[in-house]
């Protein structure tokens, strides 16, 4: 067995020591020296030197010590797990998110293919349901447009309209040769969806509908990009 100092436990049995000692140091004339050595001699005894039944307690108190290290590092330990578990926990959250939002974002660009496949549905109304005539007002153009266009982007559309035409589906620039409602240039693209798109407003709304939808997504995404640009 180890040589373990003990302080506490051995000021019982030093006492003992220092009362003989004192009687000792009376009868042969010793100083108080004696007794100051004889009680240190008491704080620095080691385990041998503690009466039998003395040293169980020493003992007790000693593994109660280790003890005491032992939790206070696994506390220590507990602490570092507990972290290195919270890390884990908002790394996997932080991966869950980006999942989420990637997710998120697939569902809402499958959304807006499908709005704008619609839009497009609904741009290729037959025009032919319109019945055709010489000449057309703006409010009847208007009309044809407002059956043809989704009632949200209607107002969208309409601005690009007034800006580009005024509604003349005759309207010619005479420096570049754009025409009709949406200043398309050349005019004859909008052959692509009619014969008669030089005459017929319903043909070129059909056009210009389209043309919106296909290039910015929707009429008023082109007027977004108007507006910054003065064209589209």
């Not at 506490?8 to 000792?24: D, E, K, L, N, R």
């Not at 003992?59 to 507990?78: G, N, R, V, Y």
């Not at 999942?99 to 037959?126: C, F, L, N, W």
């Not at 977004?224 to 003065?230: G, M, P, V």
């Amino acid at each position: 067995m180890s040589r373990i100092s003990v302080r506490g436990f051995a000021v019982a049995s030093a006492t003992a020591v220092t009362a003989v000692g004192s009687v000792v140091g009376v009868a042969s004339g010793s100083t108080a020296q004696n007794n100051d050595a004889e009680a240190t001699a008491a704080d620095t005894t080691l385990l041998a030197d503690i009466p039998a039944g003395e040293q169980a307690q020493v003992q007790t108190a000693s593994l109660t010590q280790q003890a005491d290290a032992q939790a206070i590092a696994a506390d220590a330990s507990a602490k570092k797990d507990a972290e290195a578990a919270a890390r884990k926990a908002a790394a996997e959250t932080a991966i869950a998110k980006k999942v989420a939002a990637e997710k998120a974002a697939e569902a809402a660009a499958k959304e807006r293919a499908k709005a704008k496949a619609e839009a497009a549905t609904r741009s290729t109304r037959d025009t032919s349901s319109f019945p055709v005539q010489s000449s057309y007002s703006v409010s009847q153009i208007q009309a044809m447009a407002r059956q043809m266009v989704g009632g949200g982007q209607f107002q969208c559309f309409s601005n690009i309209v007034d800006h580009e035409s005024s509604w003349n589906y005759r309207a010619v620039n005479a420096s570049s040769g754009a025409y009709g409602l949406f200043q398309a240039l050349p005019g004859s693209k909008m052959a692509s969806v009619g014969a008669d798109w030089q005459t017929n407003p319903a043909t070129q709304i059909k056009w210009g509908l389209n043309y919106m939808n296909s290039r910015y997504g929707s009429p008023c995404q082109a007027w977004s990009f108007w507006q910054a640009n003065h064209w589209y």
